[in-house]
């Protein structure tokens, strides 16, 4: 079973209209993270946003927070007035436990490819 | 610049050759690790590196060789290397391998292709 699921291959967004990209996950752990990257057609993968499993509020970061719905086993990302920059592969990520298990092992989705249109 | 360099940016290596790709982080942290990111598929971890000793190793075959010399440098040496392993391999760093909230950063990648 997938750990991480993006059901979304593909998106369309017109700019500055905001994009949800969603994410589900599968663990049994009670504490573990939730990463969001971006990958553009250079191959360099840029962290955007964190969530822990224990963290009440919905975290954001500039024009990214993420919709965590813990019961559902959701982390999607909102991204606000799309940008042209915007257009990339978004790959959402979970790590399973704080101490020992996989240690440091990100599980990562498939991806969503974003094409914001002018 | 995220702070992980990547060196070669792209190599093309035929099956019977040794070649190797050399990462390095300027960002004082103490875990690095080897991702391998193919066509259509998920970003697999192949290597973990904490305080420059593995700590993990998910199953990669033996003729993908990591090295991690010093906290600061991480290769992966690459011997008769099969077709299918053509994909994009992604060095990244994080604080350490218990980190939390700190996102772990990534190079720009070595886009190989084997032939």
């Known amino acids: 079973a997938q750990k991480i699921t993006q059901t979304q291959p593909g998106m369309f967004v017109q700019e500055k209209e905001a994009v949800t990209l969603d994410c589900t996950y599968d663990?049994?752990?009670?504490?573990?993270?939730l990463f969001w990257y971006k990958q553009p057609s250079s191959g360099e993968m840029i962290f955007l946003i964190y969530q822990g499993s224990y963290d009440e509020q919905n975290a954001t970061e500039g024009r990214y927070s993420l919709n965590f719905q813990k019961a559902r086993k959701s982390a999607n990302l909102v991204i606000s007035a799309s940008q042209l920059g915007d257009s990339a592969m978004y790959f959402c990520?979970?790590?399973?436990?704080?101490?020992?298990?996989?240690?440091?092992?990100?599980?990562f989705g498939k991806g969503t490819k974003l094409s914001v249109k002018p | 610049e995220t702070g992980v360099t990547q060196t070669p940016r792209h190599l093309v290596m035929g099956m019977t050759n040794k070649k190797s790709l050399k990462c390095e982080q300027h960002?004082?942290?103490?875990?690095m690790y080897w991702y391998k990111q193919s066509a259509k598929k998920p970003l697999e971890l192949m290597f973990v590196y904490s305080l420059e000793e593995r700590v993990e190793n998910n199953s990669v075959p033996s003729r993908f060789s990591p090295e991690c010399p010093n906290s600061s440098h991480l290769f992966l040496h690459l011997h008769t290397l099969q077709p299918e392993d053509s994909a994009l391999y992604l060095c990244?760093?994080?604080?350490?391998?218990?980190?939390?909230?700190?996102?772990?950063?990534f190079g720009s990648g070595t886009r190989l292709t084997v032939v």
């Open positions: 960002l004082g942290h103490n875990a």
């Open positions: 990520a979970m790590r399973e436990g704080n101490y020992g298990g996989s240690q440091g092992n990100l599980i």
């Open positions: 663990t049994s752990d009670q504490s573990y993270g």
């Open positions: 990244a760093s994080s604080q350490d391998v218990y980190g939390e909230s700190f996102g772990y950063t």
